[in-house]
């Protein structure tokens, strides 16, 4: 099965973003669990989640992605901003153990003035703190582009943070190609080279979904500006080889390029024309 869905607004609950990936002829979808800039929640809605799961037994869906909102800063300084990234990371994983099958992806933080090497102790910090031993949800380290001081912008950062955790078993890596080009890593012209060094340095076994995004800017740009399939530096053929690789098939894909649901339909169709 070819997994492939975009991000979608939670605004109307589960239910309503399942039907609207089914509309669209996607499998999956990502979402942010709560306003992206802020930390605001709805309420649980357990009718809802019911009512979800079984539309997604019913159509044989994905289990969605869940989205930590991207202000977080699990590896601030200020112990405040620390903490409530703790919070957040907790309630939200706690959410998604209704929902079976659930992955939670954040992105790991920026480090500001302390130096990488902090930035990664603190990361390891906070997810010492969350990670309960019997938590079913699998969380995801973003693979990230380095800009500013992004922590997660190389395959061995990644690894460290991944070797600090005591329940490492629950964690995995989400590879988004927009950030990984614009990291540094070739997957236009060496994508083998480049999994080949993420399978040496942390093992191809952790990657557990992939952000589709073509990029604005160049190779190693460090900048993060996603562009629509096609339309940026990285071109619809490195797509085709990426969806079709070996070892990265079956994993589900996920659209977040600048586009409104129509957009995101023609571009899902696109990709199912290019999957072999
Ligand atoms: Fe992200
Ligand atoms: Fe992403
Ligand atoms: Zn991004």
Known sequence: MFKIGCHLSMSKGYLSMGKEALSIKANTFQYFTRNPRGGAVKQLNLDDIEAFNNLTKEHSMFPPLAHAPYTLNPCAEKESI??????????????????????????????????????????????????????????LLEAMSGKGTEIGRSFEELKSIIDGVNHSHLIGVCIDTCHIYDAGYDIVNNLDGVLNDFDKIIGLERIKAVHVNDSKNPFKSHKDRHEKIGDGFIGKEAFERLINHPSLKDLPFYLETPNDIEGYAVEIEMLKNMRK
Do not use: C, W
């Not at 990234?85 to 992105?107: Q, T």
């Not at 933080?109 to 019997?134: A, M, P, T």
């Open 82 to 139: 620390r903490e409530f990234a703790k919070m957040v990371m907790e309630d939200d994983i706690s959410r998604l153990e209704h929902i079976p099958g659930s992955m939670y992806n954040f992105h790991p933080g920026s480090h500001v003035k302390q130096g990488v090497e902090i930035g990664i102790q603190k990361i390891i910090d906070i997810l010492n703190n969350v990670l309960k031993q019997d938590q079913k949800t699998i969380v």
